[in-house]
């Protein structure tokens, strides 16, 4: 059987060290009762060893060459292949009875934050992410507030999930080696988040307002949205930059103006 080439459009880069793989099968630490779901399983380095602890593996796989390796490798009782584009894959479906899913993957560095925003939005059924990422994606999604990862998709994601940093991977891990760095981070939904929104779509907004001017004070980036009193009321200093604000600060300033933001943003 000839080799399957990586494809440059799918963002293919295909992990072939086998450390590395086991430290992340042993972060993922799978038991059998799990619903697991793997996303872009590729020539399946990191299927078969998952397929080692448990009996079945859901997997997410776009390329039909690679869905058809897979089917010619594994058996159909231990593998459901879902040919599909991830960033529009219902995971809810997986979810039966109430049993929540578990989800891993090496994650196309193109779409790696859509995809994570699409996960996000079916929070409620998955107890836990472990991705291979680019390590940079990887120090945003961890950040604090005042560091320069810092950003957006560290509010948001932090809002919805605990995300932590596990270990780094080099380039060499894979074939063809990526031009940048790699690491791995888990993200687990909160049950409850420690600061509800009472509107998550407008905490939303606002905080891709906040950063769409991460230079500006807050009361200059967000004066549309805002009202200078506003600040006041929920203890945020306004000559704060967005990068310095902490996720319950901006789910107070949401909540502080949901009721209107109609008007507000008008």
Known sequence: MSEHRARKRFGQHFLTDTGVIDQLVRSV???????????????????????????????????????????RRVAP??????QS????????ALAVAGQ???????????????????????????????????????????????????????????????????????????????????????????????WPADDPAWLARLVAQAFSQRRKAIRNSLKTLVEIADFATVGVDPGLRPDHLHVADYVALANATADRQGALSS
């Open 29 to 71: 630490a799978p038991r059998d009762q799990d619903t697991l779901v793997e996303i872009g399983p590729g020539q399946g380095a990191l299927t078969f060893p998952l397929l080692d602890e448990i009996s079945h593996l859901h997997v997410v796989e776009l390329d039909r060459d690679l869905i058809a390796l897979l089917k």
């Open 77 to 82: 009782e231990r593998l459901t292949l879902h």
């Open 85 to 92: 584009d991830a960033l529009r894959f219902d995971f809810r």
């Open 100 to 194: 929540p899913i578990r989800v891993v993957g090496n994650l196309p560095y193109n779409i790696s934050t859509p995809l994570i925003f699409h996960l996000l939005s079916q929070a409620d059924v998955i107890s836990d992410m472990t991705f291979m990422l680019q390590k940079e994606v990887v120090e945003r999604l961890t950040a604090a507030p005042g560091g320069k990862d810092y950003g957006r998709l560290s509010v948001m994601v932090q809002y919805h999930c605990q995300a932590d940093y596990l270990f780094f991977v080099p380039p060499g891990a894979f074939s063809p080696p990526p031009r940048v760095d790699s690491a791995v981070v888990r993200l687990v939904p909160h049950a409850t988040p420690p």
